[in-house]
């Protein structure tokens, strides 16, 4: 068994060097490869250079900036033995640009397997995170899908891929250290037309409505210029969100804010 890592970025500097330090491969048993894709934007071009170029039977993904924990390639390759479609676990989250840590992202699932229809259901509603960098996919989930764009194609591209899944095993401690950043993408401070492409797909598909709201709430909440149609989306879907299980309370406000 090969895994291959993709670490995209537009300058092998120092920082890259760390990812690939942390992640450990010289000290595997296994055959582990690292794709360091270089300078190509936007983000999704780099991702899908780096599974042309990637030759493992599966695939992980580290960010440029970030790092993954000590135990992330034996915890990795150990979930590997039973050969699922996709491996996922927890995450540590740091502000790059505040005094604070976030904490962990996660602590939904016990360790093993997880019914992969719960797991779609969750990805797709934004009850777990829809980030690459925190599963472990097998490479041939891939095959005639591209990542498009820059900002969301990690929950597009997952979101797609969900129907082919058949078994997901989960390793309950933060394996990924994740560096955040206030300007960063994963604050929806920018990508009004990525946001507006997603909620024209929940409008088709009932089964994102949940998970694009969050996002669309977000993006409203961190930008000055809404697109009219992604306000429209919020108000339409507000009261169905509101009543929704597992949405707390705190998003319930950010929603009410969002939509008025």
Not at 31 to 47: C, K
Not at 96 to 105: E, F, I, K, Q, Y
Not at 164 to 193: E, I, K, M, W
Not at 244 to 250: I, L, Y
Request: hydrophobic letters at 45%.
């Amino acid at each position: 068994m090969r895994l291959s890592v993709i670490i995209p970025c537009m300058k092998r500097d120092e920082k890259v060097e760390r990812a690939i330090r942390s992640i450990g491969a010289e000290r595997s048993d296994l055959e582990v490869e690292t794709v360091v894709v270089e300078g190509l934007r936007p983000v999704g071009r780099a991702r899908n250079e780096g599974l042309a170029r990637a030759t493992g039977e599966y695939v992980a993904w580290v960010d440029a900036d970030d790092e993954v924990a000590e135990d992330w390639l034996p915890s990795i390759l150990k979930a590997l033995e039973t050969k699922p479609d996709v491996v996922d676990f927890d995450a540590s989250v740091e502000w790059t640009d505040r005094a604070r840590r976030v904490g962990v992202l996660g602590g939904r699932y016990a360790d093993g397997p997880v019914d992969a229809r719960r797991y779609a259901r969750d990805v797709r509603e934004q009850n777990v995170g829809g980030q690459l960098w925190s599963k472990v996919f097998r490479r041939s989930l891939f095959a005639g899908r591209s990542f498009v764009g820059c900002h969301l194609e990690d929950y597009r591209m997952i979101v797609s891929l969900l129907p082919d899944v058949r078994s997901v095993v989960h390793v309950a401690r933060p394996l990924y250290v994740y560096r955040r950043s206030g300007a960063g993408l994963s604050q929806h401070v920018t990508g009004g037309a990525d946001v507006l492409a997603l909620v024209r797909q929940a409008e088709n598909d009932r089964r994102l409505a949940k998970g694009v709201m969050r996002i669309a709430i977000d993006h409203v909440r961190h930008v000055q210029a809404v697109p009219a149609e992604v306000k429209h989306f919020v108000r339409r879907n507000l009261w169905r969100f509101l009543l929704a299980a597992e949405v707390r309370w705190a998003e319930r406000a950010k929603a009410l804010l969002a939509a008025f």
